[in-house]
């Protein structure tokens, strides 16, 4: 007997995707694990994987369509299933067409989808590292050394966070439907619960968790819609006020409509939460990388050797990683609902990547632990599998830290925004060479132009500023990072 294949967890803060390619057809053979649908999500194009052997019925998606998790893509007689042999092609387009065209029956989509084995999930787990409101997993490293700050750089604050918090908490909009994908955002919730959310319409984001350690439970969703469906019409449109109405552009010349494509829309929708949740500040300064461009030069050739190349973004990530153990309020997350911050263990930092698909950030795990030519070689392969879109969900999460490097193609400034959950992110832009009043006459140095965006309620100014300026010194003086870091 034919079952229907649901579209099976892609990892924690994965909801849907765009069919890239379908790789089956109605009455092919399939064995377990073997590639079904290619699905465009989270940045990255990845292969849903058949969960048993068996031979495909029907195929219920195309390419192009927009599909949740749960959602049924494909009919499956399982070997061994005591069913009929497969069946000839015309019977299973008729059963194709029939399925496409009904609803699924609500058993189609069963409270846990199962997980099959394979490369799609094994990527996807374990990567709930940052997952600021589940259990904080076990370090798979010591703790550093209790952080030893430079003289007169002692990080403070953190601790006095929780009280100034819980006024931004309140801010959160109350729940309420929406059609948007969701946001790529931490959710302290079992896939049942995600389900049920999705079903009746109920955007989890605002979902405040009444479990252990902040989970969402059942119930926490059912009591959210029902406070929703009481609310006075205009509370609820308060609380996801509806972007305002777009004139018809093209009463003023021709236009050009494009649907989004998944990087685009989940980019969308994850900056605007950052930015709606986030107060942040944006700190500037410039670095003398006058010495440091030597250095670049002269070693440039060994980090040839090991595949990669030493660029200023490849010494900027140990100099941020560095800076992260000196620093910890920097690799930190904040968890409103709980009033608690979660320092990380761990010290991966994320690149953002300018690739024809938009914005990707992968990450560079224990950034920390790694020299610098490593980690040329580390980014020159990350930035090439960007492109190639060859990237798994799992390389793009659990990231302490963002590095956004604009320089390589011009500019003087910018204020990134900060990738949540992470609670700052680097904006470097071009070096250029400026006069610099040394010793009563200008002489030629080459500056760095940086931008440090932080998460004020966190992180204090005077904070930012000795981060910065740590970072700083750290370009301008290399032997610091031997020193303190
Ligand atoms: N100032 C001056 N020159 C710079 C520079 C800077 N800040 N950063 C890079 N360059 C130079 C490099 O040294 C290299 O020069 P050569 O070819 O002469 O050696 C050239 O620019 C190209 O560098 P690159 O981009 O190949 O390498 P990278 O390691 O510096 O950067 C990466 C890698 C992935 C960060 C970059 O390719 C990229 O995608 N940047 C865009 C990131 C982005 O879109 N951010 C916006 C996010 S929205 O907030």
Known sequence: MATDVTLPELGENIEAGDVAAVLVNPGDRVEKDAPLLELETDKAVVEVPSPDAGVVTA??????????????????????????????????????ATSAAEPPPPSAAPAAAPAPAGGLL?????????????????????????????PGTAPSGAPALAGAAADVGAATPAGARTDAPEAVEPIPATPAV????????????????SGEGGRILLDDVKATAKRLLQAPPAA??????????????????????????????????????????????TQLDKA?????????????????AAGGKLTVTAILVKVVATALKVFPQFNASIDMARSTVIYKRYCHVGIAVDTDRGLLVPVIRDADRKNIVEIA??????????????????????????ISNLGGIGGSH????????????????????????????????????????YDHRLIDGADGIRFLRWIIEALEQPLLLALEG
């Open 59 to 96: 195929v219920l998606v195309k390419a192009g369509d927009t599909i949740n998790v749960g959602d049924p893509i494909a009919s499956l007689e399982p070997d061994g299933a005591g069913g009929d042999a497969a069946p000839p092609p015309q019977a299973a387009l008729a059963a194709q």
């Open 122 to 150: 094994a990527a996807a787990s374990g990567v709930t590292g940052s997952d600021s409101a589940s259990a904080t997993p076990a370090p798979a490293e010591p703790a550093p050394q209790s952080a030893p700050a430079a």
């Open 194 to 209: 995600r389900r049920l959310a999705r079903e009746i319409g109920v955007d989890i984001r605002a979902v405040t968790g």
């Open 236 to 281: 609820a449109a308060a609380a996801h006020p509806a972007a305002p109405p777009l004139p018809d552009f093209s009463q003023w010349g021709p236009v050009q409509e494009e649907a989004m494509n998944a990087v685009r829309r989940i980019t969308a929708s994850h900056l605007t939460a950052a930015w709606q949740t986030i107060p942040a500040v």
């Open 288 to 304: 003398d990388i006058t010495d440091l461009e030597h250095l670049r030069k002269r070693y440039a050739p060994r980090a040839e």
């Open 377 to 402: 070689a580390a980014l020159g392969e990350i930035s090439v599998r960007a492109r190639a879109r060859k990237l798994g969900p799992a390389e793009m999460q659990g990231g302490s830290f963002t």
């Open 414 to 453: 910018f204020s990134p925004i900060i990738n949540s959950p992470e609670v700052a992110i680097l904006g470097v832009s071009r070096a250029e060479t400026e006069p610099v009043w040394r010793d009563g006459a200008f002489v030629p140095r080459l500056r760095l132009p940086l931008s440090l965006t």
